[in-house]
T-cell receptor, first 115, second 110 residues
Framework: GAGVSQSPSNKVTEKGKDVELRCDPI?????LYWYRQSLGQGLEFLIY????????KSGLPSDRFSAERTGGSVSTLTIQRTQQEDSAVYLC?????????????FGSGTRLTVV | QKEVEQNSGPLSVPEGAIASLNCTYS??????FFWYRQYSGKSPELIMF????GDKEDGRFTAQLNKASQYVSLLIRDSQPSDSATYLC??????????FGKGITLSVRP
């Protein structure tokens, strides 16, 4: 696609429910990143994919968070048993390759609200 | 662990003035630096990157890097109300994972 696409754009869920957030990167981009941005906070790295592998999961805050990528394209971030502190904007970004240092393109994000 | 600090702000300048945004970083080995602009409710967009000491100019924007002092700055000349946004400094690490500062919110008064 022309840009990084994320869905849904907004998600309100009840505490304790599971949610899935989707990212469709730019076609041909092998590197994919998930970040989250909480109110008043900077962007916090969650996980990095190269192809379908995730060599860096160091930012996942707990084992309730997981992510996968299939076909070297679409990625899904799953949060199980959501908590109120999970409320944030979840941003996905992609780049041609991990060595492509000239920045990467962010999607428009999914705003998650846990009530 | 790379750290990026953006301690000043929020910043308010009148239209037409120069806005100066500063960022310091902890890893002396960092080689390149990015400035992202984020409008309220939108995702960050890359506006500048710099990897050499000195200044890099692009239109009304100038990035300045001083590796000895470990700071990078962004100057916006002839500030416009449309420049009102949060500006994020970022440093890449392994696999281009970016470490971001918390951002500086700029408001340009008409």
């Amino acid at each position: 696609g022309a840009g990084v696409s994320q869905s849904p754009s907004n998600k309100v869920t009840e505490k304790g429910k599971d949610v899935e957030l989707r990212c469709d990167p730019i076609s041909g981009h092998t590197a994919l990143y998930w970040y989250r941005q909480s109110l008043g906070q900077g962007l916090e790295f969650l996980i990095y994919f190269q192809g379908n592998s995730a060599p860096d999961k160091s930012g996942l805050p707990s084992d309730r968070f997981s992510a996968e990528r299939t076909g070297g394209s679409v990625s899904t971030l799953t949060i199980q048993r959501t908590q109120q502190e999970d409320s944030a904007v979840y941003l996905c970004a992609s780049s041609l390759s991990p060595g492509h240092i000239y920045g990467y393109t962010f999607g428009s994000g999914t705003r998650l609200t846990v009530v | 662990q790379k750290e990026v600090e953006q301690n000043s702000g929020p910043l308010s300048v009148p239209e037409g003035a120069i806005a100066s945004l500063n960022c310091t970083y902890s890893d002396r080995g960092s080689q390149s630096f990015f400035w992202y602009r984020q409008y309220s409710g939108k995702s960050p967009e890359l506006i500048m990157f710099i990897y050499s000491n000195g200044d890099k100019e692009d239109g009304r924007f100038t990035a300045q890097l001083n590796k000895a002092s470990q700071y990078v700055s962004l100057l916006i000349r002839d500030s416009q109300p449309s420049d009102s946004a949060t500006y994020l400094c970022a440093v890449p690490g392994a696999n281009s994972k970016l470490t971001f500062g918390k951002g500086i919110t700029l408001s340009v008064r008409p």
